[in-house]
């Protein structure tokens, strides 16, 4: 695993913030990536977020400024993940 980089957790953030990371899997293309333990956190809140607003369970513009951020978050620091698993 590669060795946690100085990232900072956003004051939004409200997920769990993992100890490890690992390596993630597109879910659609298969390509993987491996991620630190903040960058696992974040994929985590982005994916639950994204689902829960596709299935209209919270598709409150709050928490679609959530995933919003948590995807800019993973452009900002991870461009490469982003575009393996989120694009």
């Not at 879910?27 to 994204?50: K, Q």
């Not at 607003?53 to 452009?75: C, I, S, Y």
């Amino acid at each position: 695993m590669s060795k946690t980089k100085e990232q900072p957790i956003p004051e939004w953030f409200n997920g769990v913030v993992y100890d490890k990371g690992a390596i993630v899997h597109n879910r659609f293309g298969g390509d993987s990536i491996e991620l630190n333990n903040i960058e696992l956190s974040m994929y985590d809140f982005v994916m639950g977020a994204s689902i829960v607003v596709e299935m209209g369970m919270f598709n409150t513009p709050q928490h679609l400024k959530d995933l919003r951020r948590g995807l800019d978050w993973f452009k900002q620091h991870n461009a490469k993940a982003y575009m393996v698993l989120l694009d």
